[in-house]
Each structure stands twice: as C-alpha cells, then as structure tokens.
C-alpha cells in the first residue's frame, strides 16, 4: 500500500521560509507525478505544486508562483516544497500527493489517487 509521510510544518512568521518534505514508501516513486496541495479550514482542498515523473517538468498555483519551489529526489524517494516569503493566507495543512499520469501535469484533486496525512503550516503576521 502505497504510503506519503509528509513532515515540515510549524509556525513561521510572515516573511519567513519553511521547507516541507514528503517520504514515500510501497511506490515506484519515479514512475509517479507528486503534487503538494493544501487546505485551509473550512475550504476546499486547492492545488499548490506539482512536478512531473522526470523531475523536468513543474506547475505551480499563480499565488505561489516564484515564492514556492517543487523538487524531488527519486533516489531517495521524497519530495520536497521550499516555500519562501511566506504570507498568512499561506496557513493551511499541506498535503502531499501522487498519481501515474502522462502528459500535462496535472493540477486538480481528483487526479491524484494517493495522498499523505497532511501537515499543518501556520504563518503568523
């Protein structure tokens, strides 16, 4: 069963930075796009970043776009999110998540059939 372990999270204060990891387990990690997505309470789950099987190829949501920054490493089976400059409305529990996709990289939920426990990012102002 395919496993996501997400680790990371805390409280940052606003303009302050906070990498977050992802470990997979029982996943032929290089064979899967992984995304990171959060939620805030009460709202819906929204897409933040993806990148493809490769390691090539990345999407990110337009409000994290060139403050947050995607990478994996297939060898060591984990993804990771570098978030920079971090805002309040960055506050949500972030999850990590996979799919076997081809093609664009896919940004929407129902895309992705495997997901970690989340882990909550708290951005004081």
């Known amino acids: 069963q395919v496993q996501l372990v997400e680790s990371g999270g805390g409280l940052v204060q606003a303009g302050g930075s906070l990498t977050l990891s992802c470990e997979a387990s029982a996943i032929t990690f290089r064979s899967y796009v992984m995304a990171w997505f959060r939620q805030e309470l009460g709202k819906e789950r929204e897409f933040v970043a993806a990148?493809?099987?490769?390691?090539?190829?990345?999407r990110y949501a337009d409000s994290v776009k060139g403050r947050f920054t995607i990478s994996k490493d297939n060898a060591l089976n984990t993804l990771w999110l570098q978030m920079k400059r971090l805002k309040p409305e960055d506050t949500a529990v972030y999850y990590c998540?996979?799919?076997?996709?081809?093609?664009?990289?896919?940004?929407?939920?129902?895309?992705?059939?495997?997901w970690g426990q989340g882990t909550q990012v708290t951005v004081s102002s």
């Open positions: 990148i493809d099987w490769i390691g090539s190829s990345t």
């Open positions: 998540a996979a799919a076997r996709a081809w093609g664009p990289v896919p940004n929407r939920t129902f895309e992705y059939d495997n």
